[in-house]
């Protein structure tokens, strides 16, 4: 089935999926983990090379360099991934259970942090970067350092370079 967009991660949660081949971006990786699928790796860039170490180290995906890709690769991979013996679903649905297990859900978090704004106001919880003034909150004082020093230093090397070269004229 070829389609220009699938719901990925309703994909992920059907029952009847037994492998992810990805890039290892962030959401994706997150979404494999949460639903317990196994991933086959093909990272392309730095981000995705981290993730899917980090997942392969865990022994939930094996990752596959982009530019050393064959048919029998790519076959022998997902036989591991779908196969009992090598653990890769066990051990991803024992990742998926950590990764689930929240003392409190997203809405009793919402219910909470309402009720408490409302019970105590929110002054308190306003960030100190709210009082510093434009040149305090964007460091301008430490890049006119950083500028101008090296300006200076540079400037001071000339005046001393022209004198010693003047005094040795004479």
Not at 17 to 38: L, R
Not at 121 to 139: A, M, N, Q
Request: glycine letters at 6%; charged letters at 20%.
């Amino acid at each position: 089935m070829l389609a220009n967009w699938l719901p990925q991660a309703d994909i992920l949660g059907h029952p009847n999926t037994v492998a992810f081949i990805s890039h290892c971006g962030q959401a994706g990786s997150q979404e494999a983990i949460y639903h317990g699928v196994p991933v086959l790796a093909i990272p392309l860039i730095i981000d995705q090379i981290i993730l899917a170490a980090k997942m392969e180290n865990k022994g939930v995906a094996i990752q596959l360099k982009y530019d050393e890709l064959t048919m029998e690769a790519v076959k022998t991979a997902l036989d591991m991934l779908i196969t009992p013996r090598y653990g890769y679903k066990e051990r991803m649905r024992q990742l998926s259970a950590i990764f689930r297990d929240t003392p409190q859900s997203s809405a009793d978090k919402i219910v909470y942090w309402t009720n408490y704004i409302l019970k105590h106001g929110g002054s308190h919880l306003t960030p100190i970067s709210k009082e510093l003034t434009t040149i305090e909150y964007y460091l301008i004082d430490v890049l006119a350092c950083i500028i101008v020093m090296p300006l200076v230093l540079l400037w001071l090397t000339k005046m001393l370079v022209c004198m010693m070269w003047g005094k040795r004229k004479k």
